[in-house]
């Protein structure tokens, strides 16, 4: 690949050995760049160990799978609660955690809160139609909708990942508190600097606090596919807030007009070493975390 000889050594050596747990790829009703198997080549090509793909409307375990045959390197899949998967339904977490998905988002775009905000990320509210009925994971009370505890149950017995995926911020608390409370794990906070999830540097603190593992900073968050970019800068400031040890850097890449997602991932550890971050507190982000997230 000649982006290979691009690379300067040392962000050649840390993309080496690192993981993506969080790619948008073909097929999709969006434009993507690359297919799930071109994804998974081009990863291996630069030395990468594993990369995740994610589809807001299926799930991806099952297809990750053929990927892995195909580009004889390790894809990995999960599943949102969207309204194409039946919302808070069992039954499909049931089925995805069985053909290994490594995590369960909660609602994405298909979230209340989302719903009332598509302005953030136009390009995906054009698949998005008006007549749809947003989904909660709590009552008007505060506490857990009953749906969620047999999906908590069961992400808590394959000891896959929750990712609070693009719900309100007293929804994520308190699922994140009630899956602690039965057991799960492995809880990463979903690109919490989002400006459709806007979380400040206390309100992550918190969800460690109340039981979750991982604090996941996406790039595409500072990128022209958003509305309101935020900057390079806010990502760091964050890290410096939580601990690297908390912390999981991934692109949320694959849009046709971003780099590719091996580059975009080459491009974040890059602006990571210009803004101070150590190389072992890199590592620990897109390498270490990452295959605790995945458990390999």
Known sequence: MPMKMRLEPKVLGLLEGSIDIHIHSNPDIYTRILS???????????????????????NTADRAKLATDEADFPVFGGMALNLTMGGLNKHAVD?????DAKIIWLPTVHADIFLGNKAHVANLAVALGDDLVGLKVINGDGSVKEEMLPILDLIAKHDCVLGTGHVSKPEAKAVVREAAKRGVKKICVT?????????????????LDLGATWVEHC?????????HPIKIR??????????????????????????????????YIKEMLNLGVSEQGIRTMVSDNPAKFLGI
Do not use: C
């Open 234 to 267: 806010d990502i760091y400031e964050a890290i410096e807030a939580i601990g690297p040890e908390h912390t999981i850097l991934s692109t949320d890449s694959g849009q046709w007009l971003n780099p590719i997602p091996v580059q975009q991932m080459a491009i």
């Open 36 to 58: 799930d198997v071109d994804l998974g080549r081009q990863a291996k090509e630069v030395g990468m160990r594993a990369i995740l793909v994610k589809n807001h409307f299926v």
């Open 219 to 227: 790039f595409n968050d500072t990128t022209r596919q958003v509305a």
């Open 95 to 99: 089925y995805a955690l069985k053909m």
């Open 191 to 207: 690109h919490p600097l989002a400006t459709f999830v806007n979380y400040t540097a206390e309100d992550m603190k918190e969800f």
